[in-house]
């Protein structure tokens, strides 16, 4: 209970502090929840809207109580009450004995990385009751996990490791009592701690905790206001007060001439009409908030003065010994003036031993406005200098040196560097300012560090998702090189063209690279890049004749003056353009050039062609190596955790979801599919987000779970400027192919049918041939649905030509299974029975497991049908094992109904769709369920849940799915039943 205590008694005796400065207003909250909006009508309808929160924030309470995660934002301008609301919810929280756990970010501390994080858990998970032994992601960023020498590995493409290891700690907090973190003042929070707000936000803890959160309305990042007002976050703007509610909150007469004056100036904003109402004079009106802290602080004796002015530069919360320092006073006499900041409440005690923060963020902002510019800039100097001799971390004195330094100050450049390369992999965008502020330190004539520095803000920049500027950065390094025979250029050009195909700006990339390999000599160091670059963007862009030709001379190129690993690089591009391009003997080959040097080369040898790894494991998707892909993309992961903390890890990632599917490893795809897609947020890049919610598309087809299927593919679809064809490697023909697919599956045929007929020309003759074979079989299958059976026919001749002239065991097994499927729809069940075991060896022999499962179950109904009952059974039990082992559950419970029909017993190893299915149900799918029952339309349960249609019917097909249903009324009729059970 240490931590329960701690936290009520420090809730209690701050809000002791804020009832002493709040007057009238404290009324509505002494008198408890029940009584406060009976007060509050007295007030007027912004003192009842008040009121309105106060019940909404205990309702969060309670929702937390419930063993899930709740979320509450207040939103509004300075002073408008968030920071006393948060107070009251942890006076409550903290008299229900909730764990209550808070912190405020600042304006100073937007450097730091994890700063609002830190402040918040730090002191509890360095205690005895906290967490336990730390992962190593934790250990680097909360100083009381004593980080041991040598840190996390964890790289900045992969923050979404740290967001884990945060969110399983905080669950851990969680574990004897509920849990309330209140973090405000998130208009200053730095990038790190909002990433990890976003995450929480998107993935909540599955434990009672309860996450307030407050800022500023119109001054937040629009990242933060959108992820608040997302559906599942309780979202409560504070609106300001009338005149004559200000006038009672006062206790003035509404026609007084000082309540005017004062609303006059800050409107009807409580926190200053409280401060300004409480001067010691009350005839003075000053112009704003910062005159009127200006005179506290002007009260103060000189010493208490500086040391304010000083607290201010230092930190927010700031130590007091380095406030002293920096005020230049002794230890006594800045002792004394603390105690005088402290009795005036400018100061007030913080948890931690000789930490104290400002009354309010924006007194310190007040305070450091106030104080003389000139003042300021040596006041930072004097703060760099003393945390430099404290040992204090490069990025808690980059602040300081960023506001003192003057250019060519060259300990400044190197700390400003240093901050930026320890802070690059965990908290990239902090990086990112501090390159930006070495940057404006160096002389311009300085062109060598110029460009090396831009090199870094551009790989930080690309961390962050800022792909936009990491472009700019770039093109200005670019163009401070004009020897284009420089390596520097041509490696600058060759990223620069990579970061412009993510940017979607293919004919860019494309134009950049042809002008770089006019210009650069065809041996020069770096050429055979620019050609890698080229033809990889010519397979992006589904030229794939030019992607082959371009590889081809990439390679001759290689082998004529390159080293191995530039022969390696250019083979493993070519064999990936070659594989797309259905030209399977040559890529076979090139490919073994490719892992003859990769499989014998270390990690380092491979550094600055890590790119090898990822065309070659592409290539080897295609040419059915699976687990050899597999090998690859994870030794390349694990390199560029070590080697290059800038490298985006969301293709990485993705790339493994096809062969995980392919091998029949869907629970291990689906987490895969997951990972990215969270981390694809932190970037902020679209066309990142619209690749991993294809995947993970595909990843809950697999599985069966429609609902999230949909849901994911329109998203992408959404997203992508591409919706019918892709722009990569894993693409397709887009989103618009895996929403086809699971709309097929759901029973939306007709829909299906608009999505896949504009495929069915062009698009699909452009795509790679080693996929059209999935492409015509999606389409023979949606017309056999509709009863098209001619159209059925001449689709499954299309697979089975395309097929034929590859020699590759996937495309023909699909083909011959879309063979099958015509065969039974045509009655004849034992062709289709001999034509689904044929497909189902062809896909055997490269360990397409769930390919063959699916075959199988496709073989077994053949057998079925045509009255062979004893093999039909046989067959099914052996593809409903093979569906359940790899975790497809939706097509499983389709065997198992198939068993069930023969009069067979099914293995019941897991849940199926059918068999306990509302128990299965979330809460969430429960209540739409529930309401269905009572014969609401989608549009009725929308206004009812304040959720919108299409978020309904995701969340009915996941409804269908799990109970086996296929109306609205079979919904119905199934919860009808399990109550009168």
């Given at each position: ?380 100097g004097r703060a760099a200098a003393a945390l430099e001799r404290r040992g204090a971390q490069a990025v808690a004195i980059a602040p300081h040196v960023e506001q003192s330094a003057a250019e060519g100050d060259e300990a400044a450049i190197a700390l400003l560097l240093r901050a930026g390369e320890e802070s690059a992999a965990r908290a990239p965008a902090t990086a990112g300012r501090c390159f930006d502020a070495a940057l404006r330190l160096i002389p311009a004539t300085d062109g060598a560090r110029q460009v090396a520095v831009r090199e870094k803000l551009a790989d930080a920049l690309r961390a962050a998702g800022d792909l936009g500027r990491a472009r700019r950065v770039l093109l200005e390094a ?504």
């Amino acid at each position: 209970h240490g931590l329960e205590g701690l936290a009520a008694g420090h809730a209690a005796r701050e809000l002791e502090q804020d009832r002493a400065q709040r007057g009238p207003e404290l009324d509505l909250v002494e008198a408890g929840l029940g009584d406060a909006a009976a007060q509050a009508q007295q007030l007027g309808a912004a003192a009842v809207a008040r009121a309105e929160r106060r019940v909404g924030l205990a309702a969060a309470l309670d929702e937390a109580a419930g063993g899930a995660m709740a979320a509450v934002a207040l939103a509004g301008e300075p002073g408008i009450g968030k920071t006393r609301m948060l107070a009251e919810l942890r006076m409550m929280a903290a008299e229900r004995g909730y764990v209550v756990v808070h912190a405020a970010a600042s304006e100073l501390e937007a450097y730091v990385p994890y700063a609002v994080a830190i402040a918040a858990l730090d002191p509890y998970l360095g205690s005895p009751a906290g967490t336990g032994s730390a992962p190593a992601e934790l250990a680097a960023i909360f100083p009381s996990l004593a980080p041991g020498p040598g840190g996390s590995e964890t790289s900045a493409g992969e923050r979404w490791r740290v967001h884990r290891s945060i969110r399983e700690a905080i669950g851990r907090m969680a574990e004897r009592s509920p849990l309330v973190i209140v973090l405000d003042d998130l208009h200053w929070c730095d990038e790190a701690s909002l990433e990890l707000i976003e995450a929480l936000l998107r993935r909540p803890v599955d434990a009672p905790v309860l996450l307030a959160l407050a800022y500023r309305d119109g001054q937040a990042p629009e990242r933060l206001t959108a992820a608040t007002r997302a559906p599942g976050v309780e979202y409560l703007p504070l609106e300001p007060l009338s005149i004559a509610d200000a006038a009672e909150l006062l206790a003035i007469e509404p026609g007084a001439g000082s309540v005017a004056a004062l609303y006059e100036q800050v409107g009807g904003n409580p926190f200053y009409l409280s401060q300004l109402a409480r001067r010691p004079d009350p005839d003075t009106v000053p112009d704003g908030i910062v005159a009127t802290i200006a005179a506290e602080v002007a009260a103060l004796d000189p010493a208490a003065r500086r040391l304010a002015e000083s607290a201010a530069v230092a930190g927010e919360p700031f130590a007091a010994d380095l406030a002293i320092e920096v005020a230049g006073l002794s230890e006594s006499d800045g002792l004394t003036g603390l105690d005088e900041l402290l009795g005036s409440d400018l100061v007030r005690t913080t948890e931690a031993p000789r930490s104290f923060a400002f009354r309010h963020p924006i007194v310190r902002r007040a305070v450091y406005e106030g104080a003389p510019a000139g003042w300021r800039l040596a006041a930072h100097g004097r703060a760099a200098a003393a945390l430099e001799r404290r040992g204090a971390q490069a990025v808690a004195i980059a602040p300081h040196v960023e506001q003192s330094a003057a250019e060519g100050d060259e300990a400044a450049i190197a700390l400003l560097l240093r901050a930026g390369e320890e802070s690059a992999a965990r908290a990239p965008a902090t990086a990112g300012r501090c390159f930006d502020a070495a940057l404006r330190l160096i002389p311009a004539t300085d062109g060598a560090r110029q460009v090396a520095v831009r090199e870094k803000l551009a790989d930080a920049l690309r961390a962050a998702g800022d792909l936009g500027r990491a472009r700019r950065v770039l093109l200005e390094a670019i163009d401070l090189l004009p020897d284009h025979s420089d390596p520097r250029w041509i490696d600058l050009t060759t990223r620069c063209a990579a970061v412009e195909r993510w940017l979607g700006r293919s004919d860019d990339a494309r134009r950049r690279l042809l002008r770089a390999s006019e210009i650069v000599p065809g041996d020069a160091p770096g050429a055979t890049g620019i050609l890698i670059e080229l033809a990889v963007g010519a397979v992006y862009d589904r030229d794939l004749e030019a992607a082959v030709a371009t590889g081809a001379r990439a390679l001759a190129g290689a082998r004529r003056q390159g080293t191995a690993a530039e022969v390696a690089a250019a083979a493993a591009a070519l064999s990936l353009a070659e594989a797309v391009a259905g030209r399977i003997g040559e890529a076979r080959a090139n490919r073994l050039e490719a892992v003859e040097f990769v499989d014998a080369a270390s990690d380092d040898e491979l550094i600055g062609q890590i790119d090898v790894l990822y065309h070659l494991a592409w290539a080897e998707n295609y040419l059915e190596h699976y687990d050899a892909a597999l090998g690859h993309v994870d030794r390349m992961i694990g390199a560029l955790r070590r080697v290059d903390g800038a490298r985006p890890l969301v293709p990485l990632m993705l790339l493994r979801c096809y062969p995980l599917e392919t091998l029949g490893r869907l629970e291990e795809a689906a987490g895969v599919a997951a990972d990215a897609l969270e981390a694809s947020q932190l970037g902020g890049d679209s066309r990142f987000r619209a690749w991993a919610l294809f995947e993970h598309a595909w990843a809950s087809y697999y599985r069966g779970e429609l609902g999230t299927a949909v849901a994911s593919a329109e998203e992408s679809m959404r997203l992508s400027e591409r919706p019918i064809g892709g722009a990569g490697p894993s693409a397709g023909i887009g989103p618009a192919w895996v929403l086809a697919c699971a709309l097929i599956e759901s029973g939306e045929h007709d829909r299906a049918r608009e999505l896949l007929h504009p495929l069915a020309g062009e698009e699909i003759e452009g795509a790679m041939p080693v996929e059209r074979a999935f492409f015509w079989e999606t389409l023979a299958l949606a017309e056999l649905d509709g009863g098209d059976v001619a159209l059925a026919r001449a689709y499954t001749e299309r697979a089975e030509q395309d097929a034929a002239a590859l020699d590759l065991a996937l495309p023909r097994g699909v083909a011959q299974r879309s063979r099958a499927a015509l065969s039974l729809a045509a009655g004849d069940a034992r062709r289709a029975a001999r034509e689904a075991a044929a497909s189902a060896e062809s896909l055997g022999t490269i360990g397409a497991r769930i390919e063959v499962a699916f075959s199988r179950h496709l073989q077994g109904r053949a057998a079925a049908a045509a009255g062979d009952r004893k093999e039909a059974i046989r067959i099914l039990r052996d593809a409903e094992t093979e569906l359940d082992a790899c975790g497809s559950t939706r097509e499983r419970d389709a065997a198992r109904r198939e068993l069930r029909r023969l009069g067979a017993r099914a293995e019941v190893r897991g849940p199926g769709a059918t068999g306990g299915g509302i128990d299965s149900l979330t809460g969430r799918e429960r209540q739409i369920a529930e309401l269905v029952e009572r014969r609401l339309t989608n549009r009725e349960i929308a206004d009812q849940l304040v959720l919108s249609e299409k978020t309904i019917e995701s969340h009915l097909r996941n409804v269908f799915a799990k109970l086996g249903a296929s109306s609205r009324v079979e919904v119905a009729r199934l919860l009808e039943g399990r109550r009168t059970d």
